[in-house]
């Protein structure tokens, strides 16, 4: 995990490290559930609105930051030649802080705001990673279902089980 200078004081070293074990866990559950022949690996870098504005402009076209975006490997030309490199996530702190404190339709066990919603966004830019999608009710209904199902495993203690 790549936590940029400009956000390392809102993401003190016990929340990068609970984050980091629990994204971990998500992506032991995902290789579990596509029966992946090999570990699924992606990366996750947390940074400010400046930085997340101009990727999602560079990007997407979009001339605004956002709070999360994901850069999926497996997508075009190539993308089955590593199929355990999932690609990139990358997190604005700034705006998942205002973010925290609205409240989510999916159930997040963690008890800091903060601490849920950047699980949240992680949890949300894996799935995109997976091959999900929100574009319509159905998309999101089934992302939305992914999405829980990955925030519980990585919450519950003992052997990972497919997620």
Same mark, same amino acid.
């Given at each position: 995990? %790549?936590?940029?200078?400009?956000?390392?004081? *809102?993401?003190?070293?016990?929340?990068?490290?609970?984050?980091?074990?629990?994204?971990?866990?998500?992506?032991?559950?995902?290789?579990? $559930?596509? *029966?992946?022949?090999?570990?699924?690996? +992606? $990366?996750?870098?947390?940074?400010?609105?400046?930085?997340?504005?101009?990727?999602?402009?560079?990007?997407?076209?979009?001339?605004?930051?956002?709070?999360?975006?994901? !850069?999926?490997?497996?997508?075009?030309?190539?993308?089955?030649?590593?199929?355990?490199?999932?690609?990139?996530?990358? %997190?604005?702190?700034?705006?998942?802080?205002?973010?925290?404190?609205?409240?989510?339709? %999916?159930? %997040?066990?963690?008890?800091?705001?903060?601490?849920?919603?950047?699980? !949240?966004?992680?949890?949300?830019?894996?799935?995109?990673?997976?091959?999900?999608?929100?574009?319509?009710?159905?998309?999101?209904?089934? +992302?939305?279902?992914? +999405? *829980?199902?990955?925030?519980?495993?990585?919450?519950?203690?003992?052997?990972?089980?497919?997620?």
């Amino acid at each position: 995990m %790549i936590v940029d200078l400009a956000v390392r004081a *809102q993401v003190p070293p016990p929340l990068r490290a609970r984050l980091g074990r629990r994204v971990e866990r998500m992506l032991r559950a995902a290789a579990l $559930s596509e *029966q992946a022949p090999a570990p699924l690996e +992606m $990366s996750l870098r947390l940074t400010d609105d400046a930085a997340i504005h101009e990727l999602n402009r560079d990007y997407r076209g979009k001339d605004r930051p956002t709070d999360v975006l994901a !850069f999926a490997m497996r997508e075009g030309e190539g993308g089955d030649l590593h199929p355990e490199l999932l690609g990139d996530v990358v %997190i604005s702190v700034d705006t998942a802080a205002r973010q925290a404190r609205r409240s989510r339709p %999916i159930r %997040i066990g963690e008890a800091e705001p903060l601490a849920a919603e950047l699980l !949240f966004l992680a949890a949300h830019g894996l799935c995109h990673l997976l091959g999900y999608d929100h574009r319509d009710d159905a998309e999101e209904a089934a +992302m939305n279902a992914r +999405m *829980q199902a990955l925030l519980d495993e990585a919450e519950r203690r003992g052997p990972t089980r497919a997620a």
